[in-house]
């Protein structure tokens, strides 16, 4: 879950769009499913051209602190109306006074502001705390159905998306009669293998379902995240910016999570050492997490800015109307910060990552996704004795046509 501008109206999407921009060596992570697309690797500085196929030119960053700078620094916006991204799909658009929607991480202080702390004040601890055993029976439950359905199972349609997707109803107050509606649309929605017509209509259906839920948190409030921004905003949130919000919520919250559960499992069960590590001592979860979320770093190229006057950065000087992209997998393997990035190493001291973000878009859900990573992750190990691929790990599809990398399935077996 994440408010890094990877998020919100475009997670989901197909970056089939995106090709025609963006060049496939810096999508497509070729043979090594964990490891940074191959055109994200190497030098050229931390800061260098990306030449894109519509013709433009961005800038790619790969270092950590350049990728810390842009996401902090006031002079890179994420307003993506105000200021012409050239890795856009959208035509640029003229300056607009004013935004009546919620989509809030393409928006810039003081309208992101207002926005986010509104939905600041609703991820109390007491909130947290609530859901923590929540998501554990809702692992338990997914787990112990896989068990009882035999020793096979695809984790990704089994575990992996449907727990986030129960986690974001718990978070919202979806009524448990509309679960099965809400997990069918969001399953469809934010499915790689789903058609873009499939998407599409599942969207317009979020969409409508969304605009039910908060007609109906309006004439009947619950102790409930959705609840609390139609009835507590100040100053009130409207009908379209609270269901713009709600959306980003569910595809923020949930593909982010769901992406993780699997890609993370696939790497546990490819690193042996590690996986043995963590059986050995559960103790290590907490910081397996936190290494995970470094190594994997399933947020591709989704992170963009533009310079809203000349900075000089890593040494490079960016002209005002530059477009920054930053290349999370990478930065977040900057040897300048961690020794042997590319090792997956359970035991590594715990230092800050950017798989939530960083400033003031950082991720706000990062403490609920924690959560569900820790207590997903232990489920399968503690209740799935021996769980290992059902077939060789290069059959395993990944989805690199994806803004969010992740598997399309993870088919295991277990003892």
């Given at each position: 879950?994440t408010?890094?501008?990877?998020?919100?109206?475009?997670?989901?999407?197909?970056?089939a769009?995106?090709?025609r921009?963006?060049?496939?060596?810096?999508?497509?992570?070729?043979r090594d499913?964990?490891?940074?697309?191959?055109?994200?690797?190497?030098?050229?500085g931390?800061?260098?051209?990306?030449?894109l196929?519509?013709?433009?030119?961005?800038?790619?960053?790969?270092?950590?602190?350049?990728?810390r700078t842009?996401?902090a620094?006031?002079r890179?916006?994420?307003?993506?109306?105000?200021?012409?991204?050239?890795?856009?799909l959208?035509?640029?658009q003229?300056?607009?006074?004013?935004?009546?929607?919620g989509a809030?991480?393409?928006?810039?202080?003081?309208e992101?502001?207002?926005?986010?702390?509104?939905?600041?004040?609703?991820?109390?601890?007491r909130?947290?705390?609530q859901?923590?055993?929540?998501?554990?029976?809702?692992?338990?439950?997914?787990?112990?159905?896989?068990?009882?359905?035999?020793t096979?199972?695809d984790l990704v349609?089994?575990?992996?998306?449907?727990?986030?997707?129960?986690?974001?109803?718990?978070?919202l107050?979806?009524?448990?009669?509309?679960?099965?509606?809400f997990q069918?649309?969001?399953?469809?929605?934010?499915s790689?293998?789903?058609?873009?017509?499939e998407?599409?209509?599942a969207r317009?259906g979020?969409?409508?379902?969304?605009?039910?839920?908060?007609?109906?948190?309006?004439?009947?409030p619950?102790?409930?995240?959705?609840?609390?921004?139609v009835h507590?905003?100040?100053?009130?949130?409207?009908?379209?910016?609270?269901?713009?919000?709600?959306l980003?919520?569910?595809?923020a919250?949930?593909e982010?999570?769901?992406?993780?559960?699997?890609?993370?499992?696939f790497a546990?069960?490819?690193?042996?050492?590690?996986?043995?590590?963590l059986?050995?001592?559960?103790?290590?979860m907490?910081?397996?997490?936190e290494?995970?979320l470094?190594f994997?770093?399933?947020?591709?190229?989704?992170?963009?800015r533009?310079?809203?006057?000349p900075?000089?950065l890593?040494?490079?000087?960016?002209?005002?109307?530059?477009?920054?992209?930053?290349?999370?997998p990478?930065?977040?393997?900057?040897?300048?910060?961690?020794?042997?990035?590319?090792t997956?190493?359970?035991?590594?001291?715990?230092?800050?990552?950017?798989?939530?973000?960083?400033g003031?878009?950082?991720c706000?859900?990062?403490?609920?996704?924690?959560?569900?990573?820790?207590?997903g992750?232990?489920?399968?190990?503690?209740?799935l004795?021996?769980?290992?691929?059902a077939?060789?790990?290069?059959?395993?599809?990944?989805r690199?046509?994806?803004?969010?990398?992740?598997?399309?399935s993870?088919p295991?077996?277990?003892s």
């Amino acid at each position: 879950m994440t408010d890094s501008g990877s998020t919100g109206k475009s997670a989901g999407v197909s970056t089939a769009g995106m090709r025609r921009i963006l060049p496939p060596d810096v999508v497509e992570r070729g043979r090594d499913p964990f490891g940074p697309p191959p055109g994200l690797r190497g030098g050229g500085g931390p800061v260098r051209p990306l030449e894109l196929l519509n013709g433009a030119t961005a800038w790619l960053v790969t270092g950590f602190d350049e990728a810390r700078t842009v996401l902090a620094d006031a002079r890179f916006s994420a307003d993506k109306l105000r200021h012409h991204d050239a890795t856009s799909l959208r035509p640029p658009q003229a300056q607009v006074a004013e935004r009546t929607d919620g989509a809030f991480v393409f928006m810039d202080p003081p309208e992101h502001t207002r926005l986010r702390r509104a939905l600041t004040g609703q991820f109390t601890v007491r909130r947290m705390r609530q859901l923590e055993s929540r998501v554990r029976e809702i692992a338990v439950e997914h787990v112990e159905a896989m068990r009882a359905a035999g020793t096979r199972a695809d984790l990704v349609p089994a575990f992996a998306l449907p727990l986030p997707s129960l986690v974001i109803c718990e978070l919202l107050g979806v009524d448990y009669a509309d679960r099965a509606e809400f997990q069918e649309r969001t399953a469809v929605g934010l499915s790689a293998s789903s058609t873009p017509q499939e998407q599409l209509e599942a969207r317009a259906g979020l969409h409508a379902f969304m605009r039910r839920l908060v007609s109906a948190k309006r004439a009947n409030p619950a102790d409930d995240l959705l609840s609390g921004l139609v009835h507590d905003a100040d100053p009130p949130l409207t009908d379209t910016q609270l269901v713009d919000v709600a959306l980003l919520l569910l595809t923020a919250g949930h593909e982010t999570t769901a992406n993780m559960l699997g890609l993370g499992t696939f790497a546990l069960l490819e690193h042996p050492d590690q996986l043995a590590a963590l059986r050995a001592e559960p103790g290590l979860m907490d910081g397996a997490v936190e290494e995970l979320l470094r190594f994997l770093s399933i947020i591709q190229l989704g992170v963009s800015r533009v310079a809203t006057e000349p900075v000089t950065l890593g040494g490079v000087d960016l002209p005002a109307g530059a477009t920054v992209v930053i290349a999370t997998p990478e930065a977040n393997r900057d040897p300048r910060h961690w020794p042997g990035p590319g090792t997956l190493d359970l035991r590594r001291a715990r230092t800050p990552h950017l798989a939530f973000g960083h400033g003031v878009h950082q991720c706000l859900g990062q403490q609920l996704a924690r959560i569900e990573l820790r207590i997903g992750l232990g489920e399968l190990l503690s209740r799935l004795p021996g769980l290992r691929l059902a077939v060789p790990a290069e059959q395993v599809p990944v989805r690199d046509d994806m803004l969010v990398f992740g598997v399309r399935s993870l088919p295991v077996t277990w003892s």
